[in-house]
């Protein structure tokens, strides 16, 4: 028997009205069985709703199996005497960072699960020394929590359930709250705990690419393991992890894509150093494919900035905390235009002043100096409508759906056109419209914002704020923490209604697959100044650059640079799998093919 | 004005103050609050000056952010002045329509004022100085006999720790949701009161939705981490009196005993 063992697993979840009547039953696992050796790294993918999240709560006995049984150290959860030796046993780690940092000081915090479990004081002491120079924050010991970034608090996180020296660790959707680094880190982290110490993890996710190195993958869907195998088995079925909201590396895609069009790339394709060799294995061989497919490069290769300004910034700057020995200067001299109808990305590292560059946009915060334009007015003049601007400068929040407040979705969504004055019926008239824009129909007019699903209750946040008919949107992150199923259903309502309604959209995003997706042009921040500012494609050319400021380019960018290196000519530059999958074949199509690529890539 | 609280915000240096006992700063607190209280004319108000001065010297927390504690209760500051000046009888100095200033009430409200300034500065000194868990710990230990009694000490500290965790998190937050909701067209500041009373929904009802989603994430944190109430728990800096506590127990003793002599010499 592995440390944690499952037998026909069963949890559902009973929902009770206001007069204790079940009213409803929700199987939320249904008969799972796996076995985790120790020692090994172990990754649960799923789609949110999955039940991945309800089977790790049954690894600390958290929750209690409804049917079946699960042994955590060969202990049965359901006797209450083994409660505290399986807490001991198998640690746990959330989501949300903050939500599970007790104390008010990083020490006293990783000290905590000793002091319950009653460890002796000096022996307290040298566990949280050993915890902390286990996940590298021993520098930040005797740090405020709340002034750490989110990639360490989740490291202080798992800091504190070591020092209750487990055998196992069981994360829960550690990276989703992340930006990128902060993803990297954790995840590095992880690793390094189990090759080092040999501690079993227990990695639950929705990132494909964080299980690349894992041991064995289940993936969960429905309450039912759907697949179960080493990465290089789970990364070949492309097509049927899509189908369960899942999502693979770029190169894994493009690797089943070139597959498919003919040239002999082996399946599971992990890594861009993977993906590179066979290539160079397939042109030794003197593979040739037919391929007469567009060169797939919709893009631009640059800004058209011909089109008159909506919003325009001048010299913007802005300062926190002045007048204070923490004063810290955010933006420094910032001055862009967003012309009508163009999408725009905004990309920059954590700490970049993305969000506090966004919110001058609307008039939330004031520049220190400097102007903001919108149709060539200043927002500054005295007596300016700001109500009225956020009316047209329409602004979503990051996690937008914390300020749903009203009793159903349509109600919520009115409150931004009731807010600009309009009568009920237009007010309801916009609700419905926004509502519809963003794929909601009438049977989710009457439900409680609260019972929705995390994607729904974004899209209805995200309705809120197109009420208004906006002529500009802007949007903070609006993907953390969404599947990716979620992601591209948001990311392609957004493309549409920038298509469709003309509407300029300015996206802040810490994804670079999805910049280069959908943008038309890309805006670099690095610590509150501009910069890049250009077509995704002209900017991803300095991705050395964007390195240094804490960012990268799309992998299939690198693995155009890597094939580059060892002779493939690939005319163009590439930022998507789409543009990828085509300079390759016709790299392979022969002399035809040649010629078109050289025509492309001018 | 949610930002200006900063009660409950540990501001991390090393002083000889940092390192007292908590129930050693509890106590002095306690100390000072009463010494302010049996004052009474200006020399001892001088030599509360000079202890608090020192204190604060001591601590080497900047004075501003002492100061700044006070914004949060300028309300209450200029309410009992306004009280005090005018209500208070004695010699008229000034007098029109129903009103009349006293020269009492002027003293009155003076030292009501310094009496209120230096509580909040006081308190805030403590607060400053120590971290919310020693100091919870501290109230934890100092009122330990209530347990005989039934009072279920630990929770309360427990508590009272997590509370002021979760403070500066819950003050980001409506924050954000104000201004979230603000580019929904949301007015916090003009109408009439109930207006604005009423405007408050759409910040408190996601404000405490949040609270409570944090709430339970925090507790189910909190039991897989073990946490089963303050039976059989260790603690990872068990309180300890040092000598630095008894001078300091010594110090205060003085101070209180200066401050009675100085009110029944003046």
């Known amino acids: 028997m592995g440390i944690i063992k499952t037998d026909r697993l069963v949890f559902e979840y009973t929902r009770r009205d206001e007069e204790n009547q079940i009213e409803e039953v929700m199987r939320a696992i249904d008969g799972v069985s796996l076995d985790i050796k120790e020692g090994q790294f172990v990754a649960i993918l799923g789609r949110n709703g999955s039940g991945k999240s309800t089977l790790a709560k049954h690894m600390n006995a958290l929750l209690f199996p409804t049917d079946g049984v699960i042994w955590v150290g060969e202990k049965d959860t359901r006797k209450e005497e083994n409660l505290w030796d399986i807490r001991q046993t198998a640690g746990m780690v959330f989501q949300n960072p903050d ?70 660790i069981v994360l829960d959707e550690p990276t989703a709250m992340l930006d990128p680094n902060g993803r990297k880190e954790v995840i590095r982290t992880i690793r390094e705990l189990n090759r080092a110490e040999g501690i079993t993890v227990i990695l639950i996710t929705h990132y ?50 070139l597959a498919s069009g003919g040239l002999p790339v082996a399946s599971g394709i992990l890594t861009v150093k993977e993906l590179v060799e066979e290539l160079e294995k397939a042109r030794e061989s003197g593979a040739r494919v037919s391929y007469t497919g567009a060169s797939g490069d919709k893009r631009a290769e640059a800004v058209s900035l011909d089109k008159e300004p909506v919003l325009e910034l001048r010299e913007v700057t802005y300062k926190y905390g002045t007048g204070t020995p923490m004063e810290v200067k955010v933006l420094k001299g910032i001055s862009f235009a967003v012309p009508k109808g163009q999408f725009l990305s905004i990309i920059g590292h954590t700490g970049s002043g993305k969000s506090t560059l966004i919110q001058h946009l609307n008039g939330l915060l004031k520049a220190d100096s400097g ?82 699903s995390g994607g729904q209750k974004r899209r209805a946040a995200i309705a809120g704020v197109l009420a208004m008919e906006p002529e500009v949107l802007i949007l903070d992150e609006p993907t953390a923490g969404l599947d990716p199923g979620g992601r591209d259903e948001i990311l392609d ?106 025509t492309a890539g001018d | 004005m949610l930002r200006d609280i900063t009660l409950g915000q540990y501001y991390p240096v090393a002083s000889p103050v940092h390192r007292l006992d908590p129930r050693t700063k509890l106590m002095g607190t306690l100390v000072f609050l009463i010494s302010l209280f049996v004052s009474d004319g200006w020399p001892c108000y001088l030599l509360a000056t000079v202890f608090l001065a020192a204190c604060i010297k001591i601590s080497r927390v900047p004075i501003g952010f002492i100061f700044r504690g006070l ?10 002045v306004v009280f005090n000046i005018f209500l208070t009888d004695g010699d008229v100095l000034v007098r029109f329509w129903i009103f009349k200033i006293t020269k009492q009430g002027l003293i009155q ?14 308190s805030s000194l403590m607060t400053f100085t120590t971290t919310p868990t020693s100091l919870t710990d501290g109230l934890e230990r100092g009122l330990g006999f209530l347990k005989a009694v039934k009072v279920p000490v630990h929770e309360i500290a427990m508590m009272m720790s997590i509370a002021l965790r979760f403070i500066p998190i819950l003050t980001e937050e409506a924050d954000k949701i104000m201004k979230a909701q603000m580019a929904r067209g949301a007015d916090f500041e003009s109408g009439s009161l109930i207006k604005r009373a009423k405007s408050l929904i759409p910040l408190l009802v996601p404000l405490f939705i949040s609270a409570f989603r944090r709430a339970t994430d925090l507790a189910m944190a909190m039991e897989a981490r073990c946490y089963h109430g303050g039976e059989g728990r ?33």
């Not at chain 1, 460890?119 to 005797?142: F, H, N």
């Not at chain 1, 926004?434 to 439900?447: E, H, I, K, P, Q």
């Open chain 1, 208 to 257: 494909m690419e964080e299980t690349v190195s894992a041991d064995r993958i289940f993936v969960m869907d429905g309450g039912e393991i759907q697949m179960e195998g080493t990465p290089r088995e789970i990364f070949s079925r492309v097509k049927e992890l899509k189908a369960l909201h899942l999502d693979v590396p770029q190169v894994t895609e493009l690797g089943a894509l």
């Open chain 1, 371 to 452: 102007d903001v334009l919108f149709h060539g007015e200043s927002i500054y003049r005295d007596g300016y409508d700001k109500k009225a601007l956020r009316g047209k400068v329409g602004l979503v929040f990051q996690y937008p759906e914390h300020q749903l407040f009203e009793e159903d979705v349509f109600t919520d969504v009115c409150f931004g056109p009731k807010n600009q004055g309009l009568s009920k019926e237009q007010a309801e008239e916009r609700a419905k419209e926004a509502l519809r824009l963003v794929g909601m129909d009438s049977s989710f007019y009457r439900r409680s914002p609260f019972e929705l």
């Open chain 2, 109 to 122: 409200a003076g030292y009501m004022a310094i009496r209120l300034i230096y509580l909040i500065m006081g």
């Open chain 2, 234 to 266: 260790t603690k990872m800096f068990p309180l300890k009196y040092a000598g630095r506590d008894a001078a300091a127990y010594l110090i205060l003793a003085a101070y209180l005993g200066a401050v009675i002599a100085l009110k029944v010499i003046f």
């Open chain 1, 493 to 598: 309502q957004v493309e549409k209604l920038h298509e469709e309604k003309g509407m300029a959209v300015v996206l802040v995003s810490h994804s670079m697959e999805d910049v280069a997706r959908y943008a038309e042009r890309l805006i670099v921040l690095d610590r509150g100044t501009i910069a890049y500012d250009g077509a995704p494609k002209e900017v991803f050319r300095h991705y050395r650059d964007l390195e240094t400021m804490g960012l990268s380019a799309p992998q299939v960018t690198y693995l155009a640079e890597e094939l580059r290196k060892i002779g493939f000519s690939l005319g163009g530059d590439i930022t998507t799998v789409e543009e990828a999958k085509s300079a390759i074949l016709r790299e392979f199509a022969g002399a035809e093919g040649e010629e078109d690529a050289g």
């Open chain 1, 99 to 168: 939500n599970q940092i007790i104390a008010t000081v990083v020490e006293e915090d990783v000290g905590f699960g000793p002091e319950n479990m009653g460890v002796p004081s000096a022996e307290i002491w040298k566990r949280v020394q050993e915890s902390l120079e286990a996940v590298g924050m021993t520098a930040y010991r005797k740090a405020s929590p709340n002034h750490l970034s989110g990639g360490q608090k989740q490291r202080v996180a798992i800091a504190g359930v070591m020092a209750m020296r487990p055998r196992c």
């Open chain 2, 71 to 80: 914004k949060a209760v300028i309300f209450l500051l200029l309410f009992s």
